[in-house]
């Protein structure tokens, strides 16, 4: 079974702008999370999605969103970028939110100039 | 308010020792317990878990202890291989209290292996 994929890998932005990143759950995972990793943070909640609908978030400005799709993919979007977000952006899958294990994908590398 | 600590940010154990490395958390919610293993640029791959009605849950050379009154879980890796090593999170979630799909994780402590 393929793993959780996330696209792109590797990113650079400036300033003011947007972004938006992608991510494929494992087959049949129903649940999504996203995390923010950074040297001085670690691994941060951002938002978890379940069928579609979020169903928690963590403590980020309202400028981090996402949504999930009915194939279970999920997006995030940054708007109006700043330097600090700068970060590696980890999505996680698993089958239910309800104390299940979730798996990581490779991560997207922002780089906010 | 840091729920989740690793105190030692680093472990160095010979090849073929025991690596034991700890997680401290402050929340009595949390009730699943995860351990992930991580190499730079990548995302965390997950080791092993322990539910909070469990106290030791194996998977091959990984143990994990859970103490709940010490609100202290351990993981034990024996052998130590040189491919072990790599940073280790601990990580909690407090799904009966509805905090669904979140995982509170450690900082992280960085495990070397030598040959």
């Given amino acids: 079974k393929a793993g959780v ?9 400036t300033r003011g702008q947007q972004v938006t990143l ?25 938002f978890e999605y379940f069928s579609e609908t979020q169903r928690n978030k963590g403590n980020f400005p309202g400028r981090f969103s996402g949504r999930q799709f ?25 089958l239910n939110p309800a104390g299940d294990t979730q798996y990581f994908g490779p991560g997207t590398r922002l780089t906010v100039l | 308010d840091q729920q989740v600590k690793q105190n030692s940010p680093s472990l160095s154990v010979q090849e073929g020792r025991i690596s034991i490395l700890n997680c401290d958390y402050t929340n009595s919610m949390f009730d699943y317990f995860l351990w992930y293993k991580k190499y730079p640029a990548e995302g965390p791959t997950f080791l092993i878990s322990i539910s909070s009605i469990k106290d030791k849950n194996e998977d091959g050379r990984f143990t994990v202890f859970l ?45 070397q292996v030598k040959p």
């Fill in chain 1, 22 to 46: 992608s991510c494929s759950p494992i087959s049949g995972h129903r649940s999504v999370s996203w995390y923010q990793q950074t040297p001085g943070q670690g691994l941060q909640f951002l």
């Fill in chain 2, 67 to 111: 103490n709940k009154s010490a609100k202290h879980l351990s993981l034990h890796i024996v052998p130590s291989q040189p491919g072990d090593s790599a940073v280790y999170f601990c990580a909690a979630s407090a799904v009966g209290s509805g905090n669904t799909g979140k995982l509170i994780f450690g900082q992280g402590t960085t495990l």
């Fill in chain 1, 70 to 94: 009915s194939n279970s993919r999920s997006e995030m979007n940054v708007s109006t970028l700043e330097l600090g977000d700068s970060a590696l952006y980890l999505c996680a899958s698993s």
């Fill in chain 1, 5 to 13: 994929t996330q696209t792109p890998r590797y990113l650079i932005k």
